[in-house]
């Protein structure tokens, strides 16, 4: 039985009193174990009990989803009195923990994509955010986008947000270290993890390895992967953020180009022109489509067909999982039972279509509540993940290739005054969408993009927009990389890591327990991992199942 004191100075005296205790047992007993197996065990048992080992849970990444474990294991492990029993250290590689990828942007017109009352960073508690925005919102950097004074349906520049995530993590840690907890930041960068009778190593690039019982991989959103051909030009940017990086490459009067023309692209589009770019600014992506706009407050409407319990009957019925077909077809009638009426859906089919006719029309709508097809996807929230866990691997992929880029559109809207300001852009030119996006040739100091029958442009500089890769395999990122290589986490077909929904175990072919994963890991298994409001819920469940380990064992 092995002791390590390595990151447990707190708890040293009961570590020597442990060992007081233990030795004498070992000793004796390795004399005479054949005689008095029985006893010896119970002593070792009475021991452990009075003097419990501290374990530890490691959290790789200290995003939004790495404040949420941290912050929801503080308060489980103090409420269930195991500040004794369990440590936690956070590894993260940037030298402010709470930003991440998503919140550390400091363009201020870099928004949410969520309404404040969503994006509480405490389990069960949603609207948290929203209350300190209500106390702090004077002292904050950043913008407030409300009408009227309505900070629960506002939108915020993500900066704000990674402020209070910040200031919810530093108080938290504070506390923890105030009840005797140990707990840890090491801000470093995590490349590797070994896996040793039933504890990990958890391997930094400049500190001493992290000696665990739990891993948690809250890695968030890697970089995207799927233009390295361009990455040696230096007119090709491979990412929207940090912005001043993307900025400092682009001449103003530079005609951009700018590949996606999801939420990423838009975040591409305000900042040039928060910094007084000139030049034309062109989109361009397979479906040419832009995410709808949001509504501030969105007309609340009932679902009668595609709900939990009429999918549920399908699986009850003809004892197999529901098909993406038939989902889609229980959405269509719950939307026209909306709109008290057959609807053509020919036309709202927005592939390959003129960006600005619907972008006006989404304008106008997000400002009377939006339609019936934004509000029933809005009204999903609560029920998506299940409907999707309901499907089949294969289903998951096939709703991926063939719903996806509507579901993504309507899910994931973008604020109204981000709307306004791209709706401006093109009536005065300055910026085009083109769908079908075909051959991108670079040359010295250009790019040529092709799209659609026989459309061409030049742009001087090309900006990549297109997101995180799905496939983990496909993720620049070390660590996944050689824990892939051991089998300690396993490839999901529809995108990320294999891991059991309900404790975000990952599930593994050398059946190692005890690493988890969260976020943008679990972009095939789980629908919404694009959203704190998620995250956050499932994370709760996540620890729960540590500390269930923690006290009762693996097997239990
Ligand atoms: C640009 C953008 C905007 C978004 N906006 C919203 C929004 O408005 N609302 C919403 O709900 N969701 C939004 N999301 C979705 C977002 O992904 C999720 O909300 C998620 O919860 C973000 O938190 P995260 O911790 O998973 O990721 P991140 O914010 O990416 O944080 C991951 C952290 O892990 C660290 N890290 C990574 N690898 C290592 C390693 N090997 N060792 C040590 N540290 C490591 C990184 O430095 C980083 O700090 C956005 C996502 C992006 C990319």
New binding site residues.
């Given amino acids: 039985m092995e002791i390590n004191a390595g990151h447990l100075p707190e708890n040293q005296h009961k570590i020597t009193a442990f060992h007081k205790a233990i030795k004498p047992v070992i000793i004796k007993s390795g004399n005479k174990m054949g005689e008095n197996k029985h006893e010896w065990v119970e002593r070792v048992k009475k021991i452990t009990k009075t003097y419990p080992i501290m374990k530890n849970i490691c959290i ?7 404040v949420a474990a941290f912050i929801e294991l503080f308060v489980q492990i103090s409420t269930q009195g195991l500040q004794d029993q369990l440590s936690i250290t956070i ?4 030298k402010k923990v709470g ?5 550390g942007t400091t363009e201020k017109s870099h928004l ?3 309404q404040a009352e969503l ?1 509480g960073i405490f389990a069960d508690e949603v609207e948290h955010f929203s209350e300190w925005l209500n106390d702090n919102a004077y002292r904050t950097r950043g913008r407030v986008e409300e009408e009227n004074g309505d900070i629960d349906h506002a939108y915020t520049s ?1 900066i704000l947000y990674g402020d209070y995530l910040h200031e919810q993590f530093v108080s938290h840690l504070k506390k923890a270290k105030s009840t005797g907890m140990t707990v840890n930041l090491v801000c470093d ?3 590797d993890i070994d896996a040793e009778e039933g504890r990990f190593l958890v391997k930094l690039k400049e500190g001493d390895p992290v000696e665990s019982d739990y891993v948690i991989l ?4 890697p970089e995207a992967t799927n233009f390295r051909e361009f990455q040696p030009y230096s007119h090709f940017i491979n990412s929207p ?1 940090p912005a001043h990086k993307m900025l400092e490459k682009i001449d103003k009067k530079a005609h951009v180009g700018i590949l996606g023309t999801s ?2 692209s838009i ?1 591409a589009v305000v900042a040039l022109m928060d910094h007084g770019h000139e030049g034309k600014i062109t989109l361009f992506s397979p479906e040419g489509m832009l995410p709808r706009v949001q509504p501030i407050e969105n007309i609340d409407v009932e679902r009668s067909y595609l709900t939990l319990k009429n999918v549920h009957m399908i699986k009850r019925k003809h004892f197999r999982a529901p098909k993406v077909k038939e989902l889609f077809r229980l959405f269509m009638r719950d939307v026209e039972n909306v709109e008290k009426g057959p609807i053509d859906w020919q036309n709202q089919d927005r592939v390959g279509k003129k960006a600005g006719y619907y972008l006006d029309r989404d304008i106008e709508l997000a400002e009377n509540g939006g339609d019936s097809i934004l509000n029933i996807a809005y009204s999903l929230r609560y029920d998506a993940s299940k409907l999707w866990s309901w499907l089949s691997e294969e289903e998951k992929s096939k709703f991926k290739k063939w719903l996806g880029p509507h579901w993504g559109v309507n899910r994931h809207g973008m604020p109204l005054s981000n709307a306004k300001r791209l709706k401006e852009l093109m009536d005065k030119g300055v910026l085009e969408i083109h769908a079908e996006i075909g051959k991108v040739t670079p040359n010295e100091d250009n790019f040529v993009v092709e799209y659609g029958e026989n459309g061409q442009k030049t742009v001087d500089n090309l900006i990549n927009a297109t997101g995180s890769p799905s496939k983990v395999k496909d993720m620049d ?1 070390e ?1 996944t990389e050689n824990i892939l290589k051991k089998e300690l986490i396993h490839p999901y077909s529809s995108g990320g890591i294999l891991v059991n929904e309900l404790t975000l175990e990952a599930i593994n072919r050398s059946k190692v327990s005890g690493i988890y994963a ?3 890991l679990l972009n095939g298994m789980m629908l919404d991992v ?4 998620y ?1 956050v819920k499932s994370i709760a469940s996540l620890c729960q199942d540590i500390l269930f380990k923690a006290r009762y064992g693996e097997n239990c």
Avoid at 99 to 103: E, I, K, P, Q, R
């Fill in positions: 790789i990444g200290g995003g939004a989803c790495g590894v993260e590689k940037s930003y991440g990828l998503a919140f949410l994509n969520t994006m993500r960068q995590a490349y809250a890695l968030g959103n953020w939420l990423s975040d990122c660590l969260t976020g943008h694009n959203a704190v409001w995250n």
